[in-house]
């Protein structure tokens, strides 16, 4: 994911610079507040790194750091080399932070609404996120947010791009993954450096999340294991069909809203709505061992920012997927495609998308003629 503490300008500014930048453009102590934390975070995580050339030379660190450092060495090549994307200098450097995440990203939605409440920022625009180094600032923001009848959703990232402003380092908080769950991540946040979109977090993320897919791919056929292919292929299918769930979930409650009136008929409708949505998790975990984890979803929060936030990094993936086909698995004729689509306006962007992810949908290279 983009943080917002970014800009596809490719120059690097020292972190004092970008704070006074950044606070240059606020508007109230919040907004400093913001800021603040941002580029003390960011500060801290381009402090005391490490490269990782000398990491894996180095016969006193651990093997298996040194075994993963060398996987994010070949992933970056193979990026270049395969798939279309320049890591330039990202990843070539290690960071540990002592923490599980590096961010914590909190989600906010009206309470009938399943559209997530966006966020202005400097040179990126709107974005449908606010992110935090700190998990106790991000859980005061959320209650701020609960507090002005808000659904509100948080979650921590492991890895986010910071396109440019930065050369991203390897963390801690994911270096040690399994390879297709590695590759996943480094294949999805160099797509961003490779490819954002000022304002579009649902094409961004969807983009970015079909990319990796397609990349981890790539890279397990080229690794010449068809077990790992198989493995990867039948946990994506079941992420996939998870994914796509909520994403429909959205797209009925959203109906709903629509449907409905006063607020006490949206209020028992979603309070109805969610309820079923539990059960039908439950049932699900009963019904396929691959879907037991289900349960675990079925025990957790689920409101307006935790659908919106699903169908931000999915609702596209199968256009995108689509699209791949049609470029003939050419990832060089997909990327143009992609860059082509990118150029639309944001409202034929999303009807383009919406077309090409329904099974009737017209090819792409007629949309994007017409």
Same mark, same amino acid.
């Given at each position: ?18 704070l006074v930048g950044l606070i240059l453009f606020g508007t109230g102590c919040q907004t400093i507040t913001y800021y603040t934390q941002a580029a003390r975070g960011q500060l801290q995580i381009i402090s005391s790194q490490e490269e990782i050339f000398d990491l894996i030379n180095d016969p006193t660190k651990p093997e298996k750091i040194r075994q993963q450092l060398n996987l994010v060495s070949d992933l970056r090549e193979f990026a270049k080399a395969n798939l279309g994307v320049d890591p330039k200098d990202n990843y070539r450097r290690y960071r540990? /932070?002592? *923490? ?8 906010? #939605? ?28 991000? *859980? ?37 993954? %399994? ?55 039948? *946990? *994506? ?15 009925? /409650? ?45 025990? %957790? ?14 609702? @596209?993936?199968? #256009? ?11 990832? %060089? ?15 034929? %962007? ?5 077309? @090409? ?14």
């Amino acid at each position: 994911m983009p943080f917002t503490l970014t800009s596809n300008i490719k120059v690097k500014m020292k972190p004092w610079i970008l704070l006074v930048g950044l606070i240059l453009f606020g508007t109230g102590c919040q907004t400093i507040t913001y800021y603040t934390q941002a580029a003390r975070g960011q500060l801290q995580i381009i402090s005391s790194q490490e490269e990782i050339f000398d990491l894996i030379n180095d016969p006193t660190k651990p093997e298996k750091i040194r075994q993963q450092l060398n996987l994010v060495s070949d992933l970056r090549e193979f990026a270049k080399a395969n798939l279309g994307v320049d890591p330039k200098d990202n990843y070539r450097r290690y960071r540990d /932070l002592n *923490r599980k995440y590096v961010l914590w990203v909190v989600y906010a #939605a009206p309470q009938f609404s399943t559209e997530l409440k966006s966020w202005w920022y400097p040179i990126v625009g709107n974005m449908t996120y606010r992110g935090f180094f700190n998990e106790t600032d991000a *859980r005061s923001f959320a209650s701020k947010m609960q507090g002005e009848d808000m659904d509100v959703h948080i979650g921590g990232t492991p890895a986010y791009s910071t396109l440019g402003w930065f050369d991203d380092p390897v963390l801690n908080t994911f270096v040690n993954y %399994r390879e297709e769950d590695l590759a996943d991540l480094i294949f999805h946040e160099l797509a961003h450096h490779h490819l954002f979109v000022k304002g579009d977090t649902t094409f961004n993320e969807s983009f970015a999340t079909a990319f990796a897919q397609i990349g981890v791919t790539e890279w397990a056929k080229a690794k010449q294991n068809p077990q790992a292919l198989k493995d990867y292929l039948a *946990r *994506r299918q079941t992420k996939h069909m998870v994914n796509q769930l909520y994403v429909q979930k959205k797209i009925e /409650l959203k109906a709903i809203y629509e449907s409905l009136e006063t607020e006490e008929e949206k209020r028992e409708a979603k309070k109805q709505f969610i309820a079923e949505f539990r059960q039908q998790l439950n049932d699900m975990s009963l019904s396929d061992p691959r879907l037991s984890k289900l349960a675990i979803l079925a025990k %957790r929060p689920i409101n307006n920012a935790v659908l919106g936030a699903r169908a931000a990094y999915h609702q @596209y993936v199968p #256009a995108f997927h689509r699209l791949y086909g049609e470029s003939n698995q050419d990832m %060089r004729i997909f990327l143009d495609k992609v860059q082509a689509i990118s150029k639309l306006n944001k409202l034929e %962007r999303n009807t383009l998308l919406d077309k @090409y992810s329904r099974q009737d949908e017209m090819p792409v290279k007629k949309l994007l003629t017409n």
